[in-house]
């Protein structure tokens, strides 16, 4: 008969058999590189309140005619806010851009994707798109008004010509760039040129056509602003010349700086757009 004794038992022919302890269930443990700490909002609030508090302190040494600094434009900005005209002249800007600009990229995506596919397209026109993108185009605001009179076509169109072209040259670009090889993987398997589109030279191209996006933005809302400097004086642009004409340097800021957040706003929002039609990009970046 068997026995125990600490750590041994005895077997049937009286031998002691060593026996031990059952291990305990053992941890698992993630293997791989600890992950960082993302800190890049840490830095950004830091320059942020660096840049406010400079420009706070030098702002107040300048004759107030010539600069205005941000507890002065804040006040100004409440005042605008309650008396409704900064509200008003946001959704009118707002209105020329975000149509014009929606106009320029799908007409820019859609005519790169065309000038990158198709050799003979491209060489017909490229001249023609590198001389409109040359032009100074704020130069031809003049001839709009011409055609278009001074109402919301003029600032339109503005927005449209403006927006389109770093649209269009960076979505041809990407086509472009698309590797030769999977293009003729796609052949060889009896791939459509619908196919070959959507599921080989769209998904390639598009890091160059969000670029092309953002770029297209901070060109719109140039557009904006000199539209409504020289065709409606609406928006936020009239509220800039109003204010610069009176002298208000505090009141001016403030459609300036809300045309900045604009900016901001929007192409956080493309960025956001990007990652999630897009996820590996973002994969890729990390």
């Given at each position: 008969m068997?026995?125990?004794?600490?750590?041994?038992?005895?077997?049937?022919?009286?031998?002691?058999?060593?026996?031990?302890p059952a291990p305990e269930t053992a941890q698992i443990e993630e293997i791989g590189p600890?992950?960082?700490?993302?800190?890049?909002?840490l830095l950004r609030l830091a320059s942020i309140l660096i840049i406010v508090s400079a420009w706070e302190l030098l702002g107040r040494r300048i004759a107030p005619l010539f600069m205005s600094y941000p507890t002065a434009i804040s006040i100004a900005a409440l005042r605008m806010i309650r008396n409704g005209e900064l509200i008003e002249a946001l959704l009118?800007?707002?209105?020329?851009?975000?149509?014009?600009?929606?106009?320029?990229?799908?007409?820019?995506m859609a005519l790169g994707l065309l000038l990158g596919r198709y050799r003979a397209l491209d060489a017909a026109t490229d001249w023609l798109v590198s001389a409109l993108y040359s032009t100074p185009l704020v130069a031809v605001v003049p001839l709009v008004i011409l055609w278009f009179g001074l109402g919301f076509?003029?600032?339109?169109?503005?927005?449209?010509?403006?927006?389109?072209?770093?649209?269009?040259?960076?979505?041809?670009?990407?086509?472009?760039?698309?590797?030769?090889?999977?293009?003729?993987?796609?052949t060889a398997f009896a791939a459509t040129e619908r196919?070959?589109?959507?599921?080989?030279?769209?998904?390639?191209?598009?890091?160059?056509?969000?670029?092309?996006?953002?770029?297209?933005i901070g060109r719109a809302i140039i557009g904006v602003v000199v539209a409504e400097f020289f065709t409606a004086?609406?928006?936020?642009?009239?509220?800039?010349?109003?204010?610069?004409?009176?002298?208000?340097?505090?009141?001016?800021?403030?459609?300036?700086?809300?045309?900045?957040?604009?900016?901001?706003?929007?192409?956080?929002?493309?960025?956001?757009?990007?990652?999630?039609?897009?996820?590996?990009?973002?994969?890729?970046?990390?």
């Open positions: 068997a026995t125990n004794s600490g750590n041994q038992i005895g077997n049937q022919d009286g031998d002691a058999v060593a026996v031990y600890p992950r960082k700490q993302d800190h890049t909002w009118q800007s707002l209105a020329t851009l975000l149509l014009g600009f929606a106009v320029a990229a799908v007409l820019g076509q003029a600032k339109f169109f503005i927005v449209v010509i403006l927006a389109i072209f770093p649209i269009l040259i960076n979505t041809a670009s990407g086509v472009r760039n698309v590797s030769g090889t999977l293009i003729d993987v796609g196919q070959v589109f959507l599921k080989i030279i769209l998904p390639a191209a598009l890091p160059y056509m969000v670029t092309g996006l953002r770029l297209g004086i609406t928006g936020l642009g009239a509220l800039i010349v109003k204010y610069g004409n009176q002298y208000d340097t505090a009141s001016m800021f403030v459609p300036i700086l809300m045309l900045m957040l604009l900016g901001i706003g929007l192409t956080d929002a493309l960025r956001r757009v990007e990652e999630w039609i897009a996820p590996w990009r973002r994969a890729d970046e990390e």
